[in-house]
């Protein structure tokens, strides 16, 4: 029988520390339903975990003031700080303080709601804390309404899991439209509770088995063109997730893929997310030394189109 605990919605401006003999599970619901799937399936996963051992923060994305990001690296330098003032420092502190992660994300017309990607826009700022984030446990679950439409959310998902620096330890597909209909059969809940025990002790497995990338894991792919077929039948695919690029042929009546790292991984190694930030502030540098050979490009095409803008109001 689990135990009820209050849960603690994060609110602008404040923070509060937690006993140190607790540890905290920050769910980050990216709907803006309340008391919607989202919500209740972080709340079901909390559940799951050990009561006297954990505490649960809430954060509600679209409760939150995240603008799009400026594209200007100032946070990749100096103090590593956004220029914006909005409500990013609120979820980066809270996600620093943390001790595990969880997300949930509806899916809207074959994705993630917006809040999610909009706030995965901003992650150049996720650098500032990579030694506190790398190798924190985090999960997530793309919840859809109708079976086999979740799109490509759960790719979002995982992304989101991998870009914030995070050891991604597990991710499930939940349906549901109506709010509380994922938990009228066992199965959100057993996929809750994969997850909860993910967190604490490893990685996630769904139920059954699918062809993953042998490099991150993933399982969403490409499908790339190729100028002649391979004598083994094999095609040519590119992990969506971590990029790397390999092979899928079916052999012995299963699919096998085959994958190598690419060039220029992301989030493979913590080795790999230090080398792409020292490859972002180089492209800064790398951008004031070209500077008037990339003008001379932009400028061919600056006085082309009209643009269609809301009235007294100007970028």
Known sequence: MHTFKPYE?????????GDDKVKT????????????????FLKELYLNLPQDAWSLRLIRLSELNIQPCLGCYQCLFGEMKCVQRDDLQLFLDALVSADAVAVAVPTYFLGANASLKRLLDRGLSFYAHLNTLWGKPAVGAAIAGVPGLEGYTKLIVDSFLKLTLTDHRGSEVVYGALPGEIFLDGVAKAA???????????????????PRCPVCGGDTFRFLPETSPRPDGAVAVRCMLCSSAGTLKAADG????????SEHPLFLTREDAERHLEWLRGMKEAFF?????????VQAYTAIGEWIRPENRTR
Do not use: D, F
């Open 254 to 261: 299963r699919i096998q893929i085959s994958t190598r790292p």
């Open 289 to 297: 030394v070209r500077h008037k050979e990339l003008k001379a490009v």
């Open 25 to 40: 599970l920050l769910g980050i619901v990216a709907s803006p339903r309340k008391y919607g799937n989202c919500e209740l």
């Open 192 to 210: 809750a509770a994969r997850l909860a025990e993910a967190l604490c002790g490893g990685g996630s497995e769904e139920a059954g088995s699918a």
């Open 9 to 17: 919605w994060m609110q602008a401006g404040t923070l509060t520390g």
